[in-house]
Every structure is written in structure tokens, then in C-alpha cells.
């Protein structure tokens, strides 16, 4: 079992809908969310990090994390077919030990936004 | 534009050679990550180097191999090479060791081994 599992998609929904994107993890030592989002031959692009548990906003983005559960969330409001692309979940671990810095990453969700 | 610069863009070659991708950071940016991105494992971490020194492993196949320069590019060297190597290769690099860094990601390598 993958410590962070995805759902691949793909997903596709019509402008101005709201996707809801998620994850799971089994790692309870993670504790830095992050969402990025990678467009068609591009590099990951950080779109939002969230510490801990709670909720963040940023614009149409709210991005949620659920530890007791071990889920996140990621949210877009009146999506834009500028929004289709690969959104991309990754966790990490605090500081120390070998594991700092890495980022673990779920399998992407493909998401087309139709006008 | 991450300021995160990669080459080549596209790397054929054949099975058995050996290659070499090169990855310079953003300006001021101490560490280097490289990722290995296929269809089938998603986006999986390599290795990191922080100030010409490693710092973490992951699943890096031994005929992978890794440095980090004095003037902080990195170049990543991949031998005896096997067509389930064909992937996209990224360099990431940020300014904070460890914790919450924001990984800023280069445009990425394609290598496709025939």
C-alpha cells in the first residue's frame, strides 16, 4: 500500500463547478500538506501548504486537512478551464532524521474543466 | 518560471549507456532534490543535497548516482540504463533545509531509453 493514495481521474466538469480533489495518507508522521498543480509537460507548481490540521484559503482554492482521519482536501470554486491540469497532493515530515525535506507524493488527479 | 533551469530538455538514448542531467537551483538556494515522475509510480523522491552534501535518499537505484557542486548545480548520472528508466526527471530546490520548504521544480528531463 502506497503511503499517500489518489485518485487518478481523470475528472472532468464544466466551468464554474467545484471540484472537490482528495487524498489519503498512512504516514501519521507527516505534517506539511501540499497541493501542486502540473500542467501538460511542465514542472509541479505549488498551489497551496497547509501545517497540521485545519483549513486554508487562497482566492477560489480552500485547502482542508483532516489528521485524525488522515485526509485532505482540495477545493476549487468557479473553476476555469485555465484550472484543467494534474493536481498533484504531497506530504512531509518535520524537520530531522532522513526524511526532511522529502516530499511524498500522491498519484495526481487529471482534471478538465469544459467551457 | 520557477527560475529552476534543467538540461537537456529531451534525452534519448539505448539500454546499457549512461547519462547525465543537469540541474541548477534558483539563486540562493541550497538544496537540490531530484524526482523521478513515470505513468506508473506517479512522482517519487530520489534524492536530496543540501550544500554539496547528501542528506536523504530514496528509492534511488544503485546505477543512479548524485552530486552537488561547489557553485550548487547538481547533476544527476544514470548508468546501465533500462527501458523502465524512460521518465521525466525533475530538479527541485529551495532555501530552507527541512520542515516546510517550498520546493520550487524545474521544467523537468524527458529521457526515453530504446
Known amino acids: 500500500q502506497k503511503e499517500v493514495e489518489q485518485d487518478p481521474g481523470p475528472l472532468s466538469v464544466p466551468e464554474g463547478a467545484i471540484v472537490s480533489l482528495n487524498c489519503t495518507y498512512s504516514?501519521?508522521?507527516?505534517?506539511?500538506f501540499m497541493w501542486y498543480r502540473q500542467y501538460s509537460r511542465k514542472g509541479p507548481e505549488l498551489l497551496m501548504y497547509?501545517?497540521?490540521?485545519g483549513n486554508k484559503e487562497d482566492g477560489r482554492f480552500t485547502a482542508q486537512v483532516d489528521k485524525s482521519s488522515k485526509y485532505i482536501s482540495l477545493f476549487i470554486r468557479d473553476s476555469q478551464p485555465s484550472d484543467s491540469a494534474t493536481y498533484l497532493c504531497a506530504m512531509s515530515v518535520n524537520a530531522g532524521g532522513t526524511s526532511y525535506g522529502k516530499l511524498t507524493f500522491g498519484q495526481g488527479t487529471i482534471l478538465t474543466v469544459h467551457p | 518560471d520557477s527560475g529552476v533551469t534543467q538540461t537537456p530538455k529531451h534525452l534519448i538514448t539505448a539500454t546499457g549507456q549512461r547519462v547525465t542531467l543537469r540541474c541548477s537551483p534558483r539563486s540562493g538556494d541550497l538544496s537540490v532534490y531530484w524526482y523521478q515522475q513515470s505513468l506508473d509510480q506517479g512522482l517519487q523522491f530520489l534524492i536530496h543535497?543540501?550544500?554539496?552534501?547528501?542528506?536523504a535518499k530514496g528509492n534511488i537505484l544503485e546505477r543512479f548516482s548524485a552530486q552537488q557542486f561547489p557553485d550548487l548545480h547538481s547533476e544527476l548520472n544514470l548508468s546501465s540504463l533500462e527501458l523502465g528508466d524512460s521518465a521525466l526527471y525533475f530538479c527541485a530546490s529551495s532555501v530552507v533545509q527541512g520542515g516546510y520548504n517550498e520546493q520550487f521544480f524545474g521544467p523537468g528531463t524527458r529521457l526515453t531509453v530504446l
Open positions: 543535497y543540501y550544500n554539496g552534501e547528501e542528506r
Open positions: 497547509t501545517y497540521s490540521s
Open positions: 504516514n501519521s508522521a507527516f505534517q506539511y
